[in-house]
C-alpha cells in the first residue's frame, strides 16, 4: 500500500468511510456503561443466590432489594456500599449506555461526513515510525509515534525518527523513564511536534500515540482559528 493509492481510496465519502473512523467519546463511555452493568447485575445474582441457595424465585424477588442481604463482620459496611452499588447502578448505566449507544450510531454518518470534509480541508496522510519511546496513559503504557508531514521528505523524515531511537537506545531505565515523563509534560498523548521531544527534527513532523498497526494514518490538525483538536486516525487495510 502507498500513500497513492491511500489517497486515491480515500478520495470519496464512501471510500473514506470504509477506511476510517471517528473517534467517538460518546461510543466507549457507552460501552463502558454496558460493561459495568453487565457485571453490577452479575454480581448481584451471585450474592443472591449465594445467600438464597439459588432459590430462582427469591432471587427475582429480592432484586432491586439492596437490603435483602445482611452483612456481619468488620467488612460488612464496605460490603453494603458495593451491594447497594450492584443493585443500583445498572439501573442508571444500564439505559444509560443503550441511549448513548442510539446517539451515537444515529450520528456516526454525520460525523464521518465532517471528518471527511476537514481531512479534504486540511488533513493529510502520514507515515507512522516508531523510535522506541513508551507513556503512560492511565493504567497502559502507549508507543510513542513520529509521523510524518507533506512538507517533509521521506529521507529526512526516516533520518529523524532513527537518530530520535539511537538516542534513546543510549539511555538507562531512569533516563528512559524521564524521557517519557517529559513527553508526558509536552502532552504528547494529545499530539505535539516532535521537535518537543528531539530539538533539531522538522517542526512539522508530529509526535502522537501510534495508531493500530498499519504504516500509514490520517491527520487533521485544528481549523485556522483553532477550533477542534489534532485527530491521528488508523487506515483501515
Partial sequence: MTITSIQQQLATPEGFAKAVSPKSTIYGIAITSLVLSVIGIG???????SASGWQWSLMFRFFFDAGAIEFTGSRSGRS??????YVYGPIVLLPLGIILLIVHFA???KAGAGLYESYRQRGWIGRQLLPGLKVKNGNNQVAVAFISH???PDAEFEAAAHHYAGYLGTLDKKATKAAASAALKQKVLAGVSAAALAPGV??????????????????????ASGKGSLQVLPIKA
Fill in 150 to 152: 507533506p512538507s517533509v
Fill in 107 to 109: 450520528t456516526r454518518s
Fill in 202 to 223: 522538522p517542526p512539522a513532523i508530529l509526535a502522537a500515540p501510534a495508531q493500530g498497526d498499519g504504516q500509514f494514518v490520517i491527520v487533521v490538525p485544528p481549523d
Fill in 43 to 49: 454480581m448481584n445474582l451471585f450474592q443472591l443466590g
Fill in 80 to 85: 453494603e456500599i458495593w451491594r447497594f452499588l
